[in-house]
């Protein structure tokens, strides 16, 4: 397990306009000076949220797919970031985890938001994605799972942990910051996990102010890093992984974790 180099882009979007989002985090992302391990980018970053998917969602070889090959190739990192994919003439809030090499996997977000009227034309995905980069074992995830923590739920068998690092992607509204700082702290900590809360700036087109409040918290619960709230920013972190060995082997709660079953219906 070596350490993990991560920036993560706090960034406002062009409302329903995928070819300028595209343009706008291209500039980001070769605008970082040093070679990272993973470029996160937000929930939905090329349309916003929430969007008609009839008119925006995208298939498996469509130009953010491409898109997102080109800058992982270029970069030699992981880049990632949900999107509006269509499916079998089904639509999901898929996350896109696109390695350098161009081969990619995807994951659905599991909590669509039923107050945002989501779960009218998204459908819910059925299954977690578990990816590893230098060793660290990771786990992402969309904006409102973050508010259940049975599928947040880290797992300790065999001595492994199911995941070293969760990351949530997010258009999460200004009028909800306070949860979304507290909910992100506590998932760190009970899931003994580092954890990336990655929010966007700005106001859409329905009048949703959204703060950012971006940040890096370690297992512990303490802020790493914290991007400016309300501003666009690129923060660039390093995981150490002696940090998550040595907290884990002195203080394993993961050998008292309850045993459970998710019921997926």
Known sequence: MQDLSIAYIQADLCWEDAAANRAYFEI?????????????LP?????????????????LDGDTIHWMQK?????????????????NDLFFNSLVWMRPNGNFETYDKRHVFRMGGEHELIEPGQKKLFVEI???????????DLRFPVWCRNTFK??????DLAIFVANWPAVRAYPWKQLLIARAIENQSFVIGLNR??????????????CLIDPKGNYLSVAEANTTQTIVSTLHAADLINFRESFMVGLDWDNFTLNMD
């Open 71 to 87: 800058m992982a190739n270029h970069t030699g990192s992981v880049v990632c970031g949900s999107i509006l994919l269509r499916r």
């Open 158 to 163: 065999n001595g492994e942990f199911d995941y």
């Open 28 to 40: 980001k992302i070769l605008e970082i000076a040093q070679k990272v391990d993973l470029i996160i």
């Open 201 to 214: 700036v700005g106001v859409d087109n329905q009048g949703y102010s959204y703060s950012g409040d971006s």
């Open 43 to 59: 929930e939905t970053f090329t349309t916003g949220f929430p969007v008609n998917p009839n008119k925006f969602a995208e298939t």
């Open 134 to 144: 230098n060793g660290w074992k990771i786990k992402p995830m969309i904006c409102y």
